[in-house]
């Protein structure tokens, strides 16, 4: 799972949005860091392997200006252990082929493989290594949406078109200078949070990436996912993406899931954020969530997630006493100083 954001409205673009990510790295990111934005009708794009702390050393990103923007802190389990699968060429957002359209994606699209089978032979894929033989599921989304709206689609006809054909969980976002002021988002099931202010509004991936903000904006929520949203100055307008998927009605037990938790992590002493929840699936997730864990399984590769949920309520155990956290700076993906949260017991 990546962790991303994105705005539209007059605050200057690069602080905000990097400093979204930053709050968010921790979490599951930090791999590699991009942003996009559109300046007076341009779009731009800055993006490299690594958090955002090395990017912005690195690069220019700090400096790109605009009035919408997309923003994106890739994790990867492969490029967790292996630098070979976090090529600066993996890094999000993404673009079509002219350069029309910037997209950023989350989660796991499953059937991949077929699409880029097919989408190879019509248009070049700058994320493939050829050292690995691989690309990145996301970009397959790009052209998707962009073939699409070359037959004459609006953005929302385009992503209810794409969306039907992904199998998995994702969370798609995109920028065009036909739209200046606009950032589309089509998500599934991963974790989205939007919050709306005077003549400005702003996605993150969790909660924690509004922290400097918050008490600046007039409003901040969670859309219902399967849901197409598309934000403007001051407003967020929400559809429906595709009425043919089916939502998942399950919800967390908090003593269940505080008692497998609890246990977990008084066996391993210490362990991160993204260890743990790896650690818990599918058999304890199953018992937090009630469900049994051939259930759990089959309904995770159709694209439930629960993260936010996860996240809050470990907050809610750090909270009450039960857990310390701390933040910690490891290498992974081929750079160190890379943070990742971590909890034991208190």
């Known amino acids: 799972m990546c962790q991303l954001a994105a705005y539209v409205g007059d605050r200057p673009i690069a602080p905000l949005l990097l400093r979204a990510l930053e709050l968010q790295e921790p979490l599951y990111a930090g791999h590699a860091t991009g ?6 009708g341009v779009l731009r794009v800055v993006k490299d392997s690594g958090p955002v702390a090395r990017v912005r050393h690195a690069t ?17 389990a492969r490029a967790r252990d292996d630098p070979k699968y976090n090529a600066p060429e993996m890094s999000h957002p993404f673009l079509n082929d002219d350069g029309s359209l910037a997209l950023m994606h989350n989660g796991t699209i499953s059937n991949y493989r077929e699409h880029w089978e097919r989408l190879r032979e019509v248009h070049p894929f700058k994320s493939y290594v050829e050292e690995i033989d691989a690309i990145t599921d996301s970009e397959i989304a790009v052209h998707m949406i ?12 385009a992503f209810r078109e794409v969306t039907p054909r992904l199998t998995g969980g994702f969370l798609l976002a995109s920028i065009a200078p036909d739209e200046p002021e606009t950032v589309w988002i089509a998500n599934w099931y991963q974790p989205c949070v939007v919050a709306v202010g005077d003549d400005e509004a702003m996605f993150c991936s969790s909660p924690i990436g509004f922290h400097d903000i918050r008490q600046e904006m007039d409003r901040i929520f969670e859309p219902p996912r399967n849901s197409i949203l598309k934000l403007t100055r001051g407003k967020v307008e929400i559809t429906t993406m595709d009425p043919g998927r089916r939502l998942y009605d399950w919800k967390m037990d908090e003593g269940k899931a505080a008692d497998v938790i609890l246990r977990t992590v008084k066996k391993e002493e210490e362990v991160d954020v993204q260890k743990l929840s790896d650690i818990l699936r599918p058999e304890g997730w199953a018992e937090a969530f009630g469900v049994s ?26 909270a009450a006493g039960f857990l310390n ?5 490891r290498t992974e993906g081929g750079y160190p100083e890379t943070p990742r949260l971590s909890y034991s017991l208190a």
């Open 35 to 40: 942003l996009g934005v559109i300046d007076e």
């Open 293 to 318: 864990p051939e259930s759990f399984r089959r309904e995770y590769r159709q694209g439930f997630r629960y993260v936010n949920e996860y996240f809050g309520f470990m907050d809610k155990l750090v």
């Open 325 to 329: 956290e701390k933040i910690d700076l």
């Open 146 to 157: 962009s073939d699409a709206l070359a037959e004459g689609m609006s953005t929302v006809e």
């Open 60 to 76: 220019d990103i700090g400096s790109l200006e605009g009035t919408a923007g997309i923003a994106h802190s890739r994790y990867n």
